[in-house]
């Protein structure tokens, strides 16, 4: 009888495996392709955010290569697209800790295809004054919850692509601009766990101050959302996302639940999402492994990227009065 069980639960499930096989690949085969991206969309978020997910099976170099290669394919994406904005997190830190690289990587990445543009700026945070100024003036409580809400952010210039003659000499600089095709600019900034729950814990350290020096001069301070805010998405801080992608390098056989990775979570309030993660069902209820996902991370892809912008333009939003 338990025989006869397990072979009618087995059938059970390989049936619901096989319908629900072929209708994701019924919605894979109706699906359209992605329009490209220098298509004009109904709507693009202003501000993009990245969420690259990281895996610890695989090699910290090829990780490392994965993220700084996915953030540069993202940059040139995010200017094809006009996107003026783009924010890098990822849990770890890792791409605070390479800002210059990534700057650099894009300044040459620019020249490879064609452009010319003047150099990046990049903006670090506030850091405290050395020994040597010690009895300086001391710094704002702004600037002390600046430092413990580190945020990088990179001006990326706008581009002009070369235009040469027929001899490999440059036209005119008159001509060139008139006929030149350019990328607009671009703000980067780069953020980790830094600037998510430590930063709303900054955040109530100097209301509470500002609240002590209220009292102590008499004045009123009541807390309100705005107030709140402008200190957590002011000057020098992360501001909020028109749109979330979050993006696993590791494709999983099963279907992944949506995690957050301590990105922060004021300043999505009203952030659309979209979780962009491979999956290989066959595989999972096989039993099997992919050698792929073991053996190198899996790169942002563009057609992901271009999906995730069609979803942007397809959503409804409403945000209420």
């Not at 009888?1 to 319908?19: C, D, G, N, Q, T």
């Not at 020249?111 to 506030?126: A, K």
């Not at 000057?235 to 949506?258: E, G, K, Q, S, W």
């Amino acid at each position: 009888m338990a025989i006869l069980e397990y072979v009618l639960l087995r059938v059970i499930h390989s049936f619901h495996f096989l319908v629900a096989l072929w209708l994701a690949s019924w919605r894979r085969l109706r699906s359209s392709t992605p329009l490209p991206l220098e298509v004009t969309r109904r709507r693009i978020p202003n501000h993009l955010a990245v969420l690259l997910v990281p895996d610890s099976i695989h090699e910290p170099a090829a990780t490392l290569e994965c993220l700084l290669e996915t953030v540069n394919r993202t940059i040139g994406w995010c200017r094809s697209a006009g996107i003026q904005q783009l924010t890098l997190y990822d849990n770890d830190g890792v791409l605070m800790n390479r800002a210059d690289q990534i700057s650099q990587r894009a300044s040459i990445s620019y020249e490879l295809n064609g452009y010319e543009s003047s150099e990046s700026d990049v903006q670090y945070p506030l850091t405290p004054p050395s020994s040597d100024y010690s009895d300086s003036r001391p710094l704002s409580p702004e600037d002390g919850f600046q430092r413990e809400t580190p945020v990088i952010t990179i001006h990326l210039p706008e581009t002009i692509h070369k235009k040469t003659s027929r001899y490999g000499l440059k036209k005119r600089h008159a001509e060139r601009e008139k006929s030149a095709a350019s990328q607009p600019p671009l703000t980067l900034c780069i953020a980790s766990r830094r600037s998510s729950k430590p930063a709303i814990a900054a955040a109530a350290t100097l209301l509470a101050r500002r609240r002590v020096h209220a009292l102590e001069t008499e004045k009123e301070s009541e807390l309100s959302v705005g107030k709140l805010n402008s200190i957590l998405e002011g000057p020098n801080c992360l501001p909020a996302p028109d749109f979330l992608i979050v993006h696993h390098l590791r494709p999983f056989n099963y279907a992944v639940p949506l995690e957050l990775h301590g990105f922060p979570p004021w300043q999505i309030r009203l952030t659309e999402i979209y979780h962009s993660h491979r999956q290989r069902p066959l595989l999972g209820w096989l039993g099997l492994r992919s050698k792929t996902a073991e053996s190198a991370p899996q790169f942002l892809t563009e057609v992901d990227f271009r999906t995730a912008l069609d979803e942007f333009a397809g959503a409804e939003m409403r945000f209420g009065k």
